[in-house]
C-alpha cells in the first residue's frame, strides 16, 4: 500500500508538474473525462495516435523544408495539422510551437521555419518523455493495485 | 474377213467365193465372226444347239421381212448375193461348154484331116490333139461338192504320134491306120467320157440347191453361231409389234412357253413392279422411234427380284412407221447389288466422315465448354476467396463484445454476406445440379429466422411502397434440419422476384405445414396448386388433427405449437420418440405484382428465360433465378409451383421435406434464445411469433418484429424521419440508373419510388453494402436513444481532417449520447449530404481538398435551389447525377437548413465573420470541449 501511496504521489506531483510547466493544458483533462470503462485507455490510444501522426509530420516538414524549392503551402498545411493535433490532447508547448511555425511559413522565412522545426521536434520529443512517463506511473500504480488519482486542473 | 484356205485345198486355187457366209453380204452380216468351218472339222459338231428358247412367230418374220425395210433389205442382200452365186455358176458352165464345142470342133477338124490324109493318101503330121480339160480350173463352187478339177480327167495333149515304119511303106500305113484308129477310139472315148461329164454336171446342177435351201441353210448356221453365242447368256431378246404383243422371245432359262408369250404383251403375262414400267418404256421408244436403254428392277411371282439392262428399237416399216419394237435384255441383278451396296458403303463411308468431323467439333466445343467453365469456377473462387475472408472476419467479429445495434448490422452483414457468396455459388450450383453433383448440406436452422432474415434483407434494400409481411403457422417446427442456405436461397430469390415484379400492395411469405404429398413427381412446375393452397389451408385452420399421421406429424405439430407453454415437458417426450422425423412445410411466396400471362407459364422455370424481351429490359435480371430454384427445390425432393393472375399477383409455393430431430430442440433453443437475449429483445419473441411485418416506409426497422403485426401509421415527413427515409434516399448502385429511368413515370407519387426498380438479385450486393453503411448510421443514433433514454435519432455528420481530432470528437460525441459520421474533408461532406441528410454538421474549417467555408457554401446552395449543380460545378463527383431531380422528398427534407456549426482554431484565416459569412450558423473553438460540445449539440438538436 504504501508504493501504491508513493506512486500515486509520484503520479500527481509529476501531473502537476506537467500542467505547471504548460506541457499540458485543461484540454488533456477532457481526454481523461472521455475515458470510461467501455473506453478505459482512450487516453492512451489517442496519444498514442498522436505520436504517430506527429513523427510522421515531423519528418514530412522535414523533407519539405529540404527541399530546393520549399512549398511552404504544404508545410503550413502539415503546421496545421500538427497544431491541430497537439490542441486537441493538450499538448500546449507544441501546439504554441507551431503557432510560431506558421507565422514563419506566412512570411516564407526559410530560417524561422528551420528554427521552428528544430524546436517543434525538441518540444515533441519532450512531452513525448513526459506522458510516457506519466503513463508508466499509471500503469505502476494500477499494478501495485491502486487507482490513478484523478488530476482536477 | 476369216476366209481361211483350208489347209487340204490347193494353193492355186483361185476362187472367188470360199467363205460359207458372203464376204459381201451385208453390214450387219460382217458382225459376225463367222470362222469357215473346215471340211474335217466341225466346230459347231460338238455343240449341242438347243433350239427350245427360241420361239417365233414365224408369220411374223415373213411380215417383218416384208414389210420391215431392214428386212427387206437384208433379204434382198441374202438374193443378190444368191443370183451372184447362181451367176457365177452360169458363166462357169458356160466356159466350160465353149471349151467343149471347141474341142469338138477340133475333133472334127481333125476327123476331116484324117480323112482328107487317108484321101490323098499321104498322112502329114499325127495332128495336135489337145487335151481337153472338161472343167475350167475356175469350175468350183461354193461348196465341198462343187466340182473340182480333176486332173485324171485330162487328157495328155500334143502327144507326137512316134512310127517307127518307114515312110510310104506298107507297113507304115498300116502301122498308121492302126495308130489312127486307136487315136480314133480314144477320141470316141473321151467323147463317151465328156457326154458322161455333161451328164454328170447336168445331174449336179440339177442336185445343186435351190436359193431358199441356200439361204436356210446359211441363216441356220447364223442362227446355229448366235445360239451357240448367246445359250448360257442371261440375255432375253424379243421383238414386239405396235401392240406390244411379242411376236418373238429368245430367252434361254424359259419359264413360259411358247403359247404363254407369243402374242401377249408383257402386262399380260407377268404382274408385279417393274412390269407397267418396262412395258410404259417401250412404248415410248415406240412412240418416239429413237432407241433407248433402261435400266429396270422387276419383282414378279415368275423370278423374283431382278434387275433387267433393258435395251429398246424401234422397227420401222417402209413407209417409216413403226411398227414394233425390238427390245433386248440383260439381267444386271448382282452388278445392280453390288453398285447399290458400293453406293452405300461409299454413303455410310461418308456419313462416318461426316459423324467424325461432327465428333471433333463436339470434341472441341466440349473442351472449349470444359475451359470455360474452368474459368468460371476459377473466377468465382477469386471472388469468394476474399468474400469469404469478409464474411468470416464478420463472423469473427460476431463473438466480440457488441451492442444491440452492432450485433443487429453484423447479422444483417453476415446474411448479405452469406447471400453474396451464394449467388457466386450459383451459377457453380447450377452447373452442378445439372450435372449431379451437387451435394445438400443437413443443417439445424429455424424457419421463422429465415423467414425474417429473409424479409428484412428484402426490406433494407427495399425501394417502393411495399408491405412485406411473413406468416409462419404456429405447427412449424422452431427448429428444422435442412440446407439453409439453399432454401434461403430460394425464398431469397422469390421474395425479390416478387419484389422486382410488384408495384404496389404487398409481398408476403406463408409457410406452414401440410400433408406429405402423395406424389412429388405429379406436381409439375406448370401445374397451378391453387387447389392445393386451399386444401392445405384448410387442414391448418382445421387444428392438426387432419394431417397426415403415417408422418407423424401430429406429434411434431403439438410439440411445436405447445412451444409456448411447458416446452420442456414436450422436450422431454420428444426425446423419447424418434430421433428424426419428416415434416413437409409448403411455402408461398405471394405479391400483388403484375402477375405472369398464361403464355409464359411454360417457359417460367426455363433458364435465361423471362417472360418477354420487354420484362428483361425492364427488370433486368439474368432469368437464372427461377430455373436454379426449381432444381434446387426438386434436388431437394420437393417441388415449386407457380400460380398466377395476370394484374393481380402471383403465388410461387414450394413444397419442401424436412427433417426434424426433436431430441437436440431443446438444448438448442435455450442456447440460441441466451445469445439472442444480447440482442434486442425481440427475438424472445420471434422464438415464438411467427409474424412479420414490414410495412412501407418503416422497412428496415430491425426491431419490426416486435410490433407483432400492429401496422404502424406512416411516419411523418418531419423530422421524425429516420434513418430509414435516409437508407432508403441514399444512392443506389449504378444499376438503378436503368430503373429510375424506365421506372419514373410509374411512380404514383413518393419520392423513393422514382427509383423504385429493386434491384435484381445479382445485383444486391451492392444495396446491401448501403444499406449497410446507412444502417450503421442510424442504429448508432438508435443505441444512443436506447442507452441513454433520450431516443434522439440524430445525424450528426463531422468533417474534420485530423485524427487525434476525429477521435477525441467521436468520443465526446458518444459520452454525450449521439453517434457521428466522419468524413474527411468539405468534399467528402457534400457527397454525404447527398446521400443522406444530417440534422448537425459539424465542420473542420481549415481542410484538404475542400474546406469547410466552401462546402458550407455548396450546401447552402443545394438547400436553396434543390440542386447540386455548384457542386458539380465545383468539382464534386456526384454520385448519381439523376439522383437529385428525383428525390424530391428528400429536397424537402435537406431544405430545411442544416446547422452548420464550424470549428475553428481561433486563428486570422478562421473568423467567425468569415463563418457566417460563408453561411455556418455558429462556431465551436477547437480544441473542443466536451462542454463546448454538448452546449452546441443541445442548441442545435432539440
Redesign the interface.
Known sequence: MEIVGQLQKQFVDFSTSLYGEGFLDEQYLQLQKLQDESNPDFVCEVVSLFFDDSEKLLNNLATALQQQVVDFKQVDAHVHQFKGSSSSIGAQRVKNMCVAFRNFCEEKNLDGCLRCLQQLNHEYFLVKNKLETLFRLERQIVEAGGTVPVIVA | MGCEMESDQPEDLDVVLTSMWPEDMNEAGRQFNVERPGGDQDMLEEVTINKEPNIVDFQRLMELTNYSDKGNWQLAKLVKNWEFKQANVVRLLKEELDQLSKQQQEVELKKLEILEEHRFEKDGYGGDKRPISILDENLRYLYQDAPKRRKDDVVSQGEIVAIDAEYDSVVYWKQRAMHLEKLLEASLQREQVLVEKLQESIESLERQSTPVEELSQVLKRADNFLHFVLQNAPVVIGHQDKDMRYRFIFNHFPTLGEQDIIGKTDVEIFTGAGVKESQDFKKEVLERGLPAKREITFETELFGSKTFLIYVEPVFSKAGETIGVNYMGMEVTDQVRKREKMAKLREEIAVQKAKETELNKTIHITEETMRAKQMLATMSHEIRSPLSGVVSMTEILATTNLDKEQRQLLKVMLSSGDLVLQLINDILDLSKVESGVMKLEAAKFRPREVVKHVLQTAAASLQKLLTLEGHVAEDVPIEVIGDVLRIRQILTNLISNAIKFTHEGKVGINLYVVPEPSDVNEHGSEKKSRDQSTLSANTNGNGHADNSPSCEESELNDTSCDQNGDQMDQDKESRMKAEERIVWIRCDVYDTGIGIPEHAMSTLFKKYMQVGADTARKYGGTGLGLAICKQLVELMGGYLTVSSVEQHGSTFTFVLPYKVSSASDSDDTEELSDTYQLGDDGYDDDLNSGVFLFPPRTLGTLFSSQINGRIPKLLPNSYGNNCNDLLEDSPLPCSNKEGTSEEGSDSSGGAMETASSVPDIDNIRPVAQQEQETASECSSTNRTGVEKSETKQHKILLVE?????I??AK??TK?LGYAIDVVSNGAEAVKALQRSSYHLILMDV?M?VMDGLQATRLIRSFEETGSWDEAVKAGVEMETTSHQSCSTSQVEETRKRVPIVAMT?N?VSESADECYANGMDSFVS??I??QSLKQCLQRYLV
Not at chain 2, 481532417?801 to 481530432?805: V, W
Open positions: 481532417d485530423n485524427k487525434i481530432n477521435m477525441v468520443s465526446m459520452q481549415c484538404p482554431a486563428t477547437k480544441p470541449t466536451l
